[in-house]
Every structure is written in C-alpha cells, then in structure tokens.
C-alpha cells in the first residue's frame, strides 16, 4: 500500500524552528518528486514546495510566503522527505500535507499531480 | 503566479443532483488542471487529473471538462459521500495554486 506518514509538528513560539518529516511507503520513493502543501484552520489549500528525484537534480521549489524560511530536502536510503521550517510566524499555523507528485501522459504531454497524500500534522505557531 | 478562481463558493444540493462547480485561471494553463475531494478532518483526495482523466477508483459520475482558462467539474447524480469540498489547482506553473474551494452541503 502507498502510503505517506508525517510528524514533527507541535507547538513553536514566533521566530522558532520546527522540522517535519514524511516516511513514505509502498513505492519507490527516489523516483518520486514529493510537495508539501497546508492548509490553516478552515481556510483553502496552499502550496508550500517541492522538491525533485536525483535525477533531476533535488531541485527545489518554494512559494514566496515561505522562500527564504523554509528548506526541502530527502533522504532516498530512508524514503523521507523533510521540511525544515525556520523563523516561524503565526501565519505559518497550519496542518501541513505531504504529497507525491506523479506524471501521466493521457494525450501527447506529461501532466503531473499529486495522487497520495499523508494526513498531516498540525503546526501552531504560537507565545 | 497563476490565479485560479472558483464558482460558487458553496452549493446546497440533494441526494440525485447534478451538480456543476467551474474553476477560472488567471490565464491560459491549458489541460493543467487537476481537481480534489476533501472531507472534514481528511486529506485532499485526486479526482481527475490533466482536465478530464479519472483517477482510478474514482466513481464515474465524476467527470471534469475544459481548457486554457474555463473548466468544470460535474457530478453527474450526488451521493451522500459527496458532500464535501472541492478545490481545483493548477499545474501549469510554479507555484502550484488552488482555487479557494467549493462547499458542497445538503440542501
């Protein structure tokens, strides 16, 4: 079963640092791109980042409200993604999902989305 | 960034509805446009990707349509499992945005 776990969430003052793992499972996780994205408190979703497999070089991408602050990385030989979080605000509070990012090619182009998705684990960033 | 804009905010339905829920980009993302299912306290869920393609083990009364800036989910007869938010997000370009979400509740 695929299948995406993550933890580290808490509770963090203003200005703290928080890391976030996401273990996956059931897939080969080095070929896979994987996102972060979150979502505060009945509001909507936002992505947060991403970043990509070896082969395209770990590359990484950030929304603005978090480039700067927040830091993708992966471990492939122990299939984690990780989202460090840095000088943390209270709009940072949220329930934040990791993702995997997955490709077909129904007519001619390569579209990618995001096909599993873990539970999340909550963040609040609060004195 | 690409903004993705979402109609009606909410929808009141009942059970046997066909319900229609449109999304809008800010400009042209062509088929780039997946949609999601979410349910309080859950995760999002993959309904269709690429525009119109189903994700396995989605239900057929789901289908979605359009491009370049219009699209459209429609459930063809709503189910009691149906009511829930839907969030479309394009993946056209970085960042990835979603539209703000579709309520979907009982009527």
């Known amino acids: 079963e695929v299948q995406l776990v993550e933890s580290g969430g808490g509770l963090v003052q203003p200005g703290g640092s928080l890391k976030l793992s996401c273990a996956a499972s059931?897939?080969?996780?080095?070929?896979?791109?994987m996102h972060w994205v979150r979502q505060s408190s009945g509001k909507g979703l936002e992505w947060v980042g991403r970043?990509?497999?070896?082969?395209?070089?770990?590359?990484?991408a950030y929304a603005a409200s978090v480039k700067g602050r927040f830091t993708i990385s992966r471990d492939d030989s122990n299939n984690t993604a990780y989202l460090q979080m840095n000088s943390l605000k209270t709009e940072d509070t949220a329930v934040y999902y990791c993702?995997?990012?997955?490709?077909?090619?129904?007519?001619?182009?390569?579209?990618?989305?995001?096909?599993?998705w873990g539970k999340g684990t909550t963040v609040t960033v609060s004195s | 960034d690409v903004q993705m804009t979402q109609s009606p905010s909410s929808l009141s339905a009942s059970v046997g509805d066909r319900v229609t829920i449109t999304c809008r980009a800010s400009?042209?993302?062509?088929?780039?446009l997946n949609w999601y299912q979410q349910k309080p306290g859950e995760a999002p869920k993959l309904l269709i990707y690429?525009?119109?393609s189903l994700q396995s083990g989605v239900p057929s009364r789901f289908s979605g349509s359009g491009s370049g800036t219009d699209f459209t989910l429609t459930i063809s007869s709503l189910q009691p499992e149906d009511f829930a938010t839907y969030y479309c997000?394009?993946?056209?370009?970085?960042?990835?945005?979603f539209g703000q979400g579709t309520k979907v509740d009982v009527k």
């Open positions: 970043i990509r497999s070896k082969a395209n070089s770990y590359a990484t």
């Open positions: 997000q394009q993946g056209y370009s970085t960042p990835w945005t």
């Open positions: 690429a525009a119109f």
């Open positions: 993702t995997r990012l997955v490709g077909a090619k129904p007519f001619g182009y390569y579209y990618y989305y995001m096909d599993v």
């Open positions: 059931g897939f080969i996780f080095s070929d896979s791109a």
């Open positions: 400009q042209s993302i062509s088929s780039f």
